[in-house]
């Protein structure tokens, strides 16, 4: 653990690593600051990362590792600290349009692409790629 600080007690709830992403990028960042070996144990994976807030919120965890876009909905939890970003992959939420995608989808592309949803996304903590101004 860090110097000078004390360890939590209790389990540490988190998406299920290997099953679904914020697992995988919990694991990544426990294992990059070498306590994934020490904590395993105290682990409790989840279906997913809002159920994984759930669990800390009703204090059937004594903390987790969930987005901070996702913290940041709840009044029930306090965020104590973050992940640097080099220590789990790239977090990035794909969009691709089918070949056969209808005019209603290329229209939500172009939306999603556009300066006003990037605001959006913004206000809301994600970092936009690729909105086009």
Known sequence: MVPGRTAFVGKLCVGEPGVVPAGTYARQALESLQWWNSLQGRIVGTDDVRSALA???RGECAAGVVYATDAAVSDKVVV?????PRSHAPIVYPVALLRNATPQAHDLFAYLRSEPAAATFRRHGFVPLGARH
């Open 80 to 84: 104590i600290a973050r992940f640097t």
């Open 55 to 57: 669990f800390v919120e």
